[in-house]
């Protein structure tokens, strides 16, 4: 079995798996679980997610542990600490306040890999080892500058120095990041001054690469908290595994209009490939918004454009074990929600409020695929 996708259903809860297993001793999941009852108060709520998610640990994934998670809260001002406070796992957690469109107040998504060790490092990534490489995985960062571009600059700071203990660095390690931009159409310009800024001292421009990113609208409790940022690196990767990704037919280079990420990063091991699919919208090869004002449309294009930046990593959907969705307009939701259940249901995805970095996108999503290779040239996972 190489990857399957199917439901689980617990009280008051229910939760989407994708499994990759290619007869190796790391197994791979991803799971988006969702509340089934959304009249609950928060704390119900909260309960039914962490018992499904416990359900999964002790008896649907034997011997997974958790790697990574995401919580989509509707109010963080009022969850984020119950969460914190109910959730102890020892794996990396990114909490953030983008509300599940589906009318339920939290969303969880899991990495789980099995056959793996675990540990804090003294800078505080959380790393996950296996056969010479070390995942270095990050959730949540944030300080309390005096704005975006500030904020931006410490996490960036603080991040390359964290990487530097780990003998990485941003330019050779760092694979994805992720930026949670509290009021996005306000205080995204400054994250990009910042970005562009610490990635031209690092090396990172658009004659090298840059990084797979989302930088979407999010917020924490803390309404101070501007920018908030999630990341994830390899130590002990070699240059020659890791391989961008530009479907030139249809998106431009994102310097292009004055940022600096990757559409989407390929990372190949002797026996798997990882394909990170940074936040992607309804856009042309010349930079332009495609099909403005109308979200089927704008849907479909950004599909599209998944689908061939997929291609050039010769994937498929079938491949992607995990979507994210971001609308801007949440009466947007049921048509959208629609669409995804036609094309893409029993896939783990969530569907959030979230608006997009230009005012113009109503929707964006990003993803995650895994395929199995056999390249001899390079390591196992």
């Not at 809260?73 to 914190?84: K, W, Y």
């Not at 660095?169 to 992720?178: F, G, P, V």
């Amino acid at each position: 079995m190489e990857n399957s996708t199917h439901t689980i259903t617990f009280e008051k809860a229910y939760a989407e798996i994708y499994q990759f297993d290619n007869g190796t001793e790391v197994k791979e999941f991803h799971a988006m679980i969702h509340v089934s009852e959304p009249g609950l108060p928060f704390a119900n709520q909260l309960e039914a997610v962490l018992n499904a998610y416990n359900s999964l640990v002790e008896e649907k994934l034997p011997g997974a542990q958790a790697v990574f998670k995401r919580y989509f809260l509707s109010d963080a001002a009022n969850q984020q600490d119950e969460v914190i406070v109910a959730d102890m796992t020892d794996c990396a957690k990114s909490i953030i306040q983008q509300a599940p469109l589906d009318g339920t107040k939290i969303a969880l998504w899991v990495y789980f890999m099995t056959g793996v060790r675990t540990s804090v490092t003294h800078g505080g990534l959380y790393a996950v080892e296996h056969n010479g490489f070390k995942h270095l995985w990050n959730g949540s960062a944030h300080n309390l500058a005096a704005n975006s571009e500030y904020q931006t600059r410490l996490l960036f700071n603080e991040y390359n120095m964290q990487l530097l203990e780990e003998g990485c660095t941003l330019k050779d390690n760092c694979i994805r990041t992720w930026f949670f931009v509290n009021d996005v159409d306000l205080n995204y310009g400054g994250v990009v001054r910042a970005r562009n800024q610490f990635f031209f001292t690092q090396g990172l421009t658009v004659n090298t690469h840059f990084i797979a990113s989302t930088g979407i609208g999010g917020r924490q409790a803390d309404p101070n908290v501007l920018s908030q940022m999630d990341n994830y690196a390899i130590a002990g990767i070699e240059q020659e595994q890791i391989h961008y990704l530009y479907a030139p037919t249809h998106l431009n280079r994102t310097s292009d209009y004055g940022v600096s990420f990757e559409r989407g990063t390929r990372v190949d091991y002797q026996d798997r490939r990882h394909v990170f699919i940074s936040g992607t919208a309804s856009i042309n090869n010349k930079g332009e918004i495609k099909y403005p004002k109308n979200i089927v449309k704008q849907t479909e294009r950004m599909w599209e454009n998944v689908e061939t930046l997929l291609a050039e990593a010769e994937c498929t959907y079938d491949d992607v074990c995990y979507m994210v969705v971001y609308l801007r307009d949440t009466s947007d939701y049921q048509l959208v929600h629609k669409m995804y259940e036609t094309r893409f249901h029993g896939k783990p995805y969530v569907i959030v409020h979230a608006p997009v970095c230009r005012s113009g996108w109503l929707v964006e999503m990003e993803c995650m695929a895994i395929r199995k290779v056999d390249n001899p040239s390079f390591k196992a996972f």
